[in-house]
């Protein structure tokens, strides 16, 4: 329930008063005919209600402690989350200065989500997440966007327009020497929100994965 980090610190213990009702999760599966009592548990450095069940005559700091954070990201990494799978730029393609480029992830549940799992150690957890991603184009600039599914592919039909959802433009080729391509990044944040019912207890965090990417760019030679 307390972190390795919080446990250096005093865990203080108090019991609720009063007691939650009957039907309330806090009691962990035991009920009011047994001998204990729920308690209210403070980590030091943390915030959200911690409860613990602990039987009468039993010591607070020998009740079991569960942290339910390090359960929830230990069913995070079951989801095997992956970064943006970039469809484009694609790496064998060729792109022109002052033309825009689209670009666009194929999404899946493990790329852009939402997916959802469980985990058990003194009580269930589960947890769901959303995806934004950003790219970084390898010319000193950033394209971010809260999207969970990036859409819009180029068609034809769409001419030299911008890409109404994620684009770019170089304006110029990388480095100024025939053949060098630009490498980029896109990059996925995951927001997961994990409860613990069983535990009275909720929380979020993030994870990011990372995908590269390369695209050579070229310029249109005029000849008059």
Known sequence: MCNELSAAGTVAYTRLDPQPPPENAYWKGHD??????????????????????????????AAPVIDPEAVARRAAASMKLTGPAVASPRAAGTYVVGMPMWMWATPS??????????????????????????????????????LQ??????????????????????????????????????????????????????????ETRQTAWTARVGEVQVVN
């Open 109 to 146: 549940p493990n790329t852009t989500g939402p997916i959802s799992e469980s985990a058990t150690a003194g009580g269930r957890h589960r947890h769901r997440d959303r995806e934004g991603h950003h790219r970084a184009m390898g010319d000193g600039r950033r394209h971010h966007r809260h």
């Open 32 to 61: 009011r005919s047994e001998k204990g009592a729920v308690y209210g548990v403070h980590c030091p450095g943390q915030q959200g209600a911690r409860t613990v069940w602990i039987a009468d005559g039993q010591a607070p700091d």
């Open 149 to 206: 599914r990036p859409r819009h592919p180029y068609t034809p039909d769409r001419g030299k327009s911008m890409s109404p959802d994620c684009g770019h433009l170089y304006e110029r080729t990388a480095h100024d020497k025939p053949g060098e391509k630009y490498r980029g990044t896109a990059t996925a944040t995951w927001a997961i929100t994990w409860t613990a019912p069983a535990l009275g207890d909720e929380g979020t965090f993030t």
